[in-house]
């Protein structure tokens, strides 16, 4: 078996409660375009406004999903799919739904360390990347991750393919109906934010994920006349689902997809498309509520703001909906289950100062010490968790998993959390060797193996420093070799660089050290090195 799933007991339970309805993605799609053909399922603005019906992109999925099976991509294949924010990501993941072809979301950020770590690990058969984004060019990146994974088979282009195969090229040629996947199977892998060198992947289920869409609608009043603009990157579990452009289409909404975060780009988007409801991280939180500030867009059809992925401050929490005129609801979720609201009807000192409820009744919570022990109410500690949508394991990781989970499948979620008195859950911290810049997950571990590489180097720790924009930036404390050249910080940043990794992984500030604060136990201590971090960098 791939990854563990969850006890029968559980599984019936959550199936009587109805939770797990037996919906598929393919088969909701084909429901959708059946009751309301002609409504607008999607607007892709750039660079010139297209848009699809709920028939055109059940259609598009359907002929895609003949091409792909004719390439010879079938049921339980993995096909890394590495898009922008555009319709043929959308189109490109309902052909796989309908096939039962697992699609693997690597971010546009991701370079050649994570995509051929992610390719190798799934076994992936298929990669669908854009020809050029951002001035990078994925096809010569595809070359290279193809030479070191003999299973990739097909990399599919959208745009200019170069020597591998256009999209457009994939015959569309309609075909009887395909077998397809059982609600139970697995739909598609999502990936951790890690906190070991590699990220691990994260299978989910049309049952669970169905579900958490169900119940994020509900929550957050989505229905078939909510407009949902995709903000941040839409391969990212939060504007996927919590309750994202999946969740807008499960209700029968539109989904209008955003070429970049920034108000210069959105505003006028909102303002142009009716936009009703986004979801941001902090940072971008900030950024958009500075420019509401300035009047230049009306933002009127926007009713709701979702803030999450990283601890939000109540204070700017406080200035969002006076400057955008909308509600704010903050959003504390994982794309290894659980997902936390605050709610429409809570009161403004909850919205502002707690990361909210979880989903389900069903989602059973514990916040303990770190002998596994229940903390007394309100106190801080633990949290792990189980429920009806959050996975029981990694894919292929059994060792990874009897760590990051206890023996009664409780996910461990890193994270430090109380109880406020209303139940509401408040995220006080971190115990999980990760940095979140911004709502982007770095595995420490991930950036010192690469830093490690270098000649020059003999020891490296990468720790957090706060950052009043970001929240945490990321420090390298550098230990150099005693017969090596000196290095400036911008030959460590431009190495990690070179190196092919995301760049939000470069470290932020580099610092050589003769040495690392130790702990008792002679284990390097991150948080010495924190507290000594409020020295200025070397040049
Ligand atoms: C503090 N930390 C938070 C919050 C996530 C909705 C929203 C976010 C994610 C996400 C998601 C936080 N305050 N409001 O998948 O569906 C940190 C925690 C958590 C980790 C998960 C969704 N919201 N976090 O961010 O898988 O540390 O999912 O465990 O990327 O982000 O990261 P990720």
Not at 192 to 202: A, C, N, Q, R
Not at 223 to 233: A, F, I, K, N, S
Not at 337 to 357: F, I, K, P, S
């Amino acid at each position: 078996m791939d990854a563990p799933t969850w006890p029968v007991e559980f599984a019936d339970r959550y199936r009587e409660r109805g939770y797990w309805r037996g919906e598929t993605f393919g088969g909701v799609l084909r429901e959708r375009a059946a009751a309301h053909p002609d409504r607008i399922a999607l607007v892709d603005p750039a660079p010139r406004r297209r848009t699809r019906t709920y028939r055109e992109l059940d259609e598009a999925a359907d002929r895609l999903a003949a091409g792909f099976a004719e390439r010879g991509i079938g049921r339980g294949d993995r096909v890394v799919v590495q898009l922008p924010n555009v319709a043929e990501f959308v189109e490109v993941v309902f052909a796989l739904f309908r096939i039962g072809a697992l699609p693997v979301f690597a971010l546009p950020a991701h370079r050649d360390t994570e995509v051929q770590h992610i390719c190798s690990l799934s076994e992936a058969v298929a990669y669908v990347v854009p020809d050029e984004l951002a001035g990078f060019d994925h096809r010569a990146l595809a070359s290279r991750v193809r030479k070191n994974c003999p299973l990739l088979r097909e990399v599919f282009v959208l745009g200019d393919p170069g020597e591998h195969t256009a999209l457009a090229d994939v015959p569309r040629e309609p075909s009887g109906p395909l077998p397809g996947p059982e609600p139970h199977e697995l739909a598609f892998l999502q990936l951790s934010g890690g906190t070991t060198g590699v990220p691990k992947l994260i299978p989910r289920t049309h049952d669970d994920y169905l579900y958490s869409l169900r119940g994020s609608n509900e929550i957050c009043g989505v229905d078939g006349d909510t407009r949902y603009l995709v903000t941040l990157p839409a391969a990212h579990n939060f504007p996927m689902s919590s309750p994202g452009w999946l969740g807008a289409l499960y209700a029968g909404g539109t989904v209008v997809l955003c070429p970049g975060p920034e108000p210069a780009v959105a505003f006028p988007l909102i303002d142009s498309e009716a936009v009703t409801l986004t979801g941001l991280v902090p940072p971008l939180a900030l950024l958009w509520t500075e420019a509401a500030a300035r009047g230049e867009y009306a933002l009127t059809s926007l009713r709701l703001v979702l803030v999450g992925g990283a601890k939000y401050s109540e204070q700017a929490a406080r200035r969002l909906e006076p400057a955008l005129g909308c509600r704010l609801m903050q959003v504390f979720g994982m794309a290894e289950g659980l997902v936390n609201y605050t709610r429409l009807d809570d009161a403004t000192e909850t919205v502002v100062a707690t990361q909210g409820l979880p989903i389900s009744p069903d989602d059973e919570i514990r916040i303990v010490d770190d002998t596994d022990r229940e903390v007394p109410e309100g106190e801080f500690g633990h949290l792990l968790t189980r429920g009806p949508y959050t996975i029981r394991g990694y894919w292929r990781a059994p060792e990874h998993n009897a760590r990051a989970f206890t023996s009664d499948g409780f996910y461990r979620t890193g994270d430090i959390v109380r109880r406020a008195p209303t139940g509401h859950l408040v995220v006080e911290g971190r115990a999980k060797d990760q940095i979140n810049r911004g709502g982007e997950k770095i595995a420490p571990e991930e950036v010192e193996n690469i830093i490690l590489a270098h000649p020059a180097v003999h020891d490296v720790s990468l720790v957090a420093v706060s950052d009043e924009f970001l929240g945490e930036r990321t420090l390298a404390h550098v230990i150099l070799r005693e017969d090596a050249e000196p290095l400036r910080p911008a030959d460590v940043k431009a190495f990690v660089r070179s190196r092919g990794v995301a760049a939000y992984k470069v470290p932020d500030l580099v610092r050589f050290v003769d040495a690392f604060p130790q702990t008792g136990v002679g284990k390097v201590s991150k948080k010495g090195l924190r507290s000594a971090a409020a020295a200025p960098e070397q040049h």
